[in-house]
Nanobody
Framework: QVQLVESGGGLVQAGGSLRLSCATS????????MGWFRQAPGKEREFVAG????????LYADSVKGRFTISRDNAKNTVSLQMNNLKPEDTAVYYC?????????????????WGQGTQVTISA
């Protein structure tokens, strides 16, 4: 069983940057597709970005395209999310997740392992 732990959240002003990291343990993730989701207060958890096991396939939500970059380092068992030009609407708890069998996708119920989340707050 793989465990996921997110870090890197915080409070920044609009236009700033943050880099989130997802450290994994228990099993190597080198063969696993991974994703980032976020959940704002009172809203559903939504897909942010996904990456295939090799890093060769990447998918972004339209709302973050051009601003966020997902990457992974299989040797270190980590997945990262670089977030630039942050906006107040990016404020949410961000979760790292492991995709169940199959290709990367945006449907949250196709991800079967989740971290505890890290808070990202963007001030106007």
């Amino acid at each position: 069983q793989v465990q996921l732990v997110e870090s890197g959240g915080g409070l920044v002003q609009a236009g700033g940057s943050l880099r989130l990291s997802c450290a994994t343990s228990g099993r190597t993730i080198s063969s696993m597709n991974m994703g980032w989701f976020r959940q704002a207060p009172g809203k559903e958890r939504e897909f942010v970005a996904g990456i295939t096991w090799s890093g060769g396939g990447i998918l972004y939500a339209d709302s973050v395209k051009g601003r966020f970059t997902i990457s992974r380092d299989n040797a270190k068992n980590t997945v990262s999310l670089q977030m630039n030009n942050l906006k107040p609407e990016d404020t949410a708890v961000y979760y790292c997740a492991k995709k169940a069998a199959g290709p990367i996708g945006t449907y949250r119920y196709n991800y079967d392992t989740w971290g505890q989340g890290t808070q990202v707050t963007i001030s106007a």
